[in-house]
């Protein structure tokens, strides 16, 4: 089973002519509520694939907190782990002016409240997962009991997002780290390693400070796995495909590998299916919306 950690965020997009400046007011389009947040999207992502998945993350009492409730149910997630009330469910305030442009506040609300504690009370949901899925939504204590934990032979995949100086504990527990161009470069700087090298170096030179395996996704460029248990780095290229919005193909990829992973591939392996995934939902608009099945993703 895969057990997803993290967080879960309605996001309230609103179009405008153009932002506002201070102490002024301007009209916008209808609202639009998106279920999103990291951790709700790759719960999500996985169940549409087939995974059997949970969410364990914190929501608000509140109207939101039950929409997203519904879109992963709608999905096949168990919501049973979802923990309710503390804060307002966390929400993201995103204005796209007309040259689709974003604008986002964030208020990570009921995400903040996600604690330690709330890891160790789930102990028997962590018995059963092979794989546990986390990213940075949620506070980095909480994450770093995630890490602790894990059953022995349950692997930990974390995507570092948004990117976050990592305690050595943290990263030596990943099996793989997940990241992209970005989050590579923030990591390698912070570890004092020259990022300015060409990504294929990157998955190889993040291999060296700990990490059991890393995964660094290169956009239309695919993916690069590297594994410390042997085999040099390997590039899985995307399939070209039309871009419509790129918005959750980290997270779909992320899940998809977390899932295949799960099943007892090997990193390469789960790494090919999960550029499809990716690649599959950036053909379709929005997060939750553009993740595909399993059968759409079926080999050629
Ligand atoms: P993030 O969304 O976290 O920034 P990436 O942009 O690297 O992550 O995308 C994750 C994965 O989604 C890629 O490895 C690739 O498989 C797929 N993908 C993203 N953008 C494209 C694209 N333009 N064409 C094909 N596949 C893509």
Do not use: M
């Amino acid at each position: 089973d895969l057990l997803v950690v993290g967080s879960a965020n309605a996001d309230l997009v609103v179009g405008v002519e153009r932002r506002p400046a201070p102490g002024e007011t301007v009209l916008g389009s209808d609202l639009v509520v998106h279920p999103g947040g990291k951790g709700a999207n790759q719960a999500v992502a996985a169940a549409r694939l087939g995974a059997r998945t949970a969410l364990l993350a914190r929501v608000g009492d509140d109207a939101h907190g039950r929409l997203l409730c519904e879109s992963q149910r709608a999905a096949g997630v168990d919501t049973g782990p979802v923990l309710v009330g503390g804060a307002p469910t966390g929400v993201a305030l995103i204005t796209v002016d007309p040259s689709g442009d974003n604008s986002i506040v964030v208020s990570p609300g009921a995400n903040a409240r996600l604690t330690p504690a709330d890891i160790r009370a789930a102990g028997p949901l962590f018995a059963a997962a092979r794989i546990v899925s986390v990213q940075l939504e949620i506070p980095l204590e909480t994450v770093a009991e995630t890490a602790r934990a894990l059953a022995p032979g349950t692997r930990l995949v974390l995507n570092p997002s948004p990117p976050a100086p990592l305690p050595a504990d943290v990263l030596a527990a990943c099996d793989p780290l997940v990241v992209n161009e970005h989050e590579a470069r923030y990591i390698l700087g912070i570890l004092g390693q020259d990022a300015g090298s060409a990504p294929q170096d990157w998955a190889g030179a993040l291999l060296a400070h700990g990490p059991r395996s890393v995964v660094v996704t290169l956009g239309a460029g695919g993916a690069l796995v590297a594994d410390s248990r042997g085999g040099g780095p390997v590039h899985l290229p995307s399939p070209k495909v039309d871009a419509v919005d790129t918005t959750g193909a980290g997270d779909a990829f992320t899940a998809a590998l977390a899932w295949r992973l799960g099943l007892g591939e090997e990193l390469a392996e789960a790494a090919a299916f999960a550029v499809r995934v990716g690649a599959a939902a950036v053909t379709r608009q929005g997060a939750q919306a553009s993740f595909p099945t399993a059968q759409e993703v079926a080999a050629p």
